[in-house]
């Protein structure tokens, strides 16, 4: 079992050394392999469970409400403007 | 006075025989002594709970709204929000982050009146089984200073167990509150999943995770899941149902009682020191009048598998918050926005946490979506299918909570598959979302092992009375 390291690790948008591709393919080829053992089972009739307990969708009423203060929100931000988080440039 | 149990400190309260504030001093001369071995803790907050145990002692003392918690020290897990305190989940990415907003169950705590001792020690993102993967430090078994406390919840059930804490809250994805407290002998509750909130708590795997207690006895574990438990409008999936007065269910008598014994989970895998001890307990279980069968739950198998496709692809979705731009660690080298994501991603997760990420995005990317997520989705109804099968006839049903007791520090360190097998006995109750409880029952060289007693959705009362009963005829829980 071998995993594409370098296209899943941009699908997570996940920075990796050269030795953590080497570790983490090696150690997740053992746990899919370990995985097989789903194969076994005939599930092809049995449907998915998602939530063990039994869920419905919440709705509460469209009303306005204070939110929590803005000031210790954005004082947790790398980089903050004027209440804006400041991100690199995204386009040239 | 700190090796005392909070039902009886409370008496010492309201008796006037000691005061909060004594009491929380006290806790924190012990944290002083002992905190440099055990490292429990990844924040005090001292000031704080000096001033939370001053307003106890006037609730006390003017004897209004004097709750089982008023006064009473408890620690809380560092992956619970703490408004105006560091909640750091034990990663570097969050190492500096300051939580907005109180997570309700720490509301509820704060309501109670009890004393916040500080933040908790876990495996990074509570994703392991043994604590080694705090990105922040190594906390150790108080039981055994060369051995791991166990996880995620290793610091709360560290701290209890070394008297640095009389409560301390958990949480639990696959094991994270009951593996600890076998590990330090100590009690530790995993709720049906909805019947605490989870508002607040940093999610790992949102179909998963709840919140309990860990306690030093059964009485205290629930009398904190009492402060902790009820429908909550701010988490969508907790449930309205009424929360019984769990105290009430705290009755000795079993007789009749209907104990299965889980046939997968006493075979090949489980040591022989660990069998023994649970054996034992099954014919006390037998003395105290309980009705014992053998119980077979098949697709336990298949468990191990099916947890680490689920949880990891849950984790790899929740995680993509961490990313840099609105709080926490961000990587100074970025030249645009997607170095920054990988650089910052890079540089703040640890090695588990990255496997799981890894392994979640591959279990649901394109092409291998059906193949892995969907296949474990649906042997995730087999497993829930099975419990449900087993539970119809019985009451409860037990097993070892690990195949082991605790090991030592770096044994599985390098190798995460074996450490994912030792959660053979815990991972399949998350995956059903029934609760279960781990108290202690045992000794092997002087290291604790804990039994495991699984009950149907929303009957928390039936497995507190189970181990209530256990625990009043045996005296695993006061061995220290």
Redesign the interface.
């Known amino acids: 079992m071998e995993?594409n390291?370098e296209h899943?690790?941009h699908?997570?948008?996940?920075?990796?050394?050269d030795e953590?591709k080497k570790?983490?393919s090696k150690?997740?080829g053992?746990?899919?392999q370990?995985?097989e053992?789903?194969n076994k089972?005939d599930?092809s009739d049995?449907?998915?469970?998602?939530?063990?307990?039994l869920?419905e969708?919440?709705m509460?009423d469209d009303k306005v409400e204070k939110c929590?203060?803005i000031e210790?929100?954005m004082?947790?931000?790398?980089?903050i403007e004027e209440n804006m988080?400041k991100?690199?440039?995204?386009m040239e | 006075m700190i090796d005392k149990t909070a039902h009886e400190l409370h008496d010492l309260l309201i008796k006037k025989k000691i005061s909060s504030v004594e009491l929380a001093e006290k806790v924190f001369l012990r944290i002083e002594s002992v905190e440099p071995q055990i490292k429990a803790y990844i924040t005090l907050t001292k000031d704080e709970a000096i001033k939370q145990a001053e307003a106890a002692d006037k609730r006390l003392k003017e004897n209004k709204n004097v709750t089982l918690l008023t006064g009473i020290p408890i620690a809380v897990k560092d992956n619970m929000c703490t408004?105006?305190i560091l909640t750091t989940c034990a990663s570097k990415i969050l190492a500096?982050?300051?939580a907005?907003?109180d997570a309700t169950v720490v509301t509820k705590l704060k309501e109670a009146g009890s004393v916040i001792i500080g933040k908790t020690n876990l495996d990074e993102f509570a994703m392991g089984s043994s604590t080694e993967n705090s990105g922040l430090q190594i906390t150790k078994n108080p039981r055994d200073l060369e051995r791991v406390p166990g996880g995620s919840s290793g610091g709360s059930a560290a701290a209890v167990a070394a008297n640095e804490a009389i409560l301390a809250t958990g949480s639990d994805t696959g094991g994270s509150i009951r593996q600890p407290a076998s590990f330090c002998g100590i009690v530790g509750l995993k709720p049906?999943?909805?019947r605490v909130s989870r508002y607040g708590l940093v999610a790992f795997a949102s179909?998963l995770d709840q919140i309990g207690p860990l306690a030093k006895d059964v009485t205290d574990a629930a009398i904190l899941l009492q402060v902790m438990a009820g429908y909550d409008?701010k988490d969508?999936?907790s449930?309205n149902v009424p929360v019984p007065d769990y105290q009430k269910s705290l009755t000795t008598n079993i007789k009749g009682l209907k104990v299965g014994v889980i046939k997968e989970l006493m075979g090949e895998g489980i040591s022989a020191d660990v069998k023994s001890a649970i054996k034992s307990a099954i014919k006390k279980y037998e003395e105290l009048g309980a009705v014992i069968s053998e119980v077979s739950l098949p697709s336990f198998?298949?468990a191990?598998?099916?947890y680490?496709?689920i949880a990891p692809a849950e984790a790899?979705s929740n995680l993509?918050r961490f990313?840099?731009?609105?709080?926490?660690?961000?990587s100074q080298e970025?030249?645009?926005?997607?170095?920054?994501?990988?650089?910052t991603?890079?540089e703040g997760?640890g090695?588990e946490v990255?496997?799981r990420?890894?392994?979640g995005?591959?279990a649901l990317?394109a092409g291998y979506y059906d193949a892995?997520y969907?296949?474990?989705?649906?042997?995730?109804?087999?497993i829930?299918q099975d419990f449900e099968k087993a539970l119809s006839n019985c009451d409860v049903l037990v097993s070892p909570t690990s195949p082991t007791v605790a090991f030592k520090i770096g044994e599985k360190a390098n190798d995460?598959?074996s450490m994912?097998l030792s959660d053979i006995a815990t991972i399949p109750v998350n995956?059903?979302?029934?609760p279960a409880i781990s108290i202690p029952c045992g000794n092997a060289n002087n290291l604790p092992i804990g039994l495991q007693i699984m009950g149907k959705?929303f009957d928390e009362e039936t497995i507190l009375k189970a181990a209530y009963a256990f625990e009043q005829n045996t005296d695993w829980h006061l061995k220290k």
């Open positions: 995993i390291i899943v690790a699908l997570a948008r996940l920075g990796l050394s953590e570790t983490f150690q997740l053992n746990i899919l370990y995985a053992n789903l089972l599930i049995i449907s998915p469970t998602s939530h063990a307990i869920m969708n919440v509460r929590q203060d210790s929100i004082k947790n931000g790398p980089e988080f991100v690199p440039r995204i | 408004k105006g500096n982050y300051i907005p907003y049906t999943y909805g179909s409008p969508s999936t449930v198998e298949y191990v598998s099916t680490y496709l790899s993509a990313d840099g731009v609105k709080y926490g660690h961000r970025a030249k645009d926005l997607i170095t920054m994501y990988y650089n991603r890079r997760f090695a990255k496997r990420i890894i392994l995005t591959y990317s892995y969907l296949k474990a989705l649906k042997v995730r109804t087999l829930k995460p598959l994912y995956l059903a979302g029934i959705a």
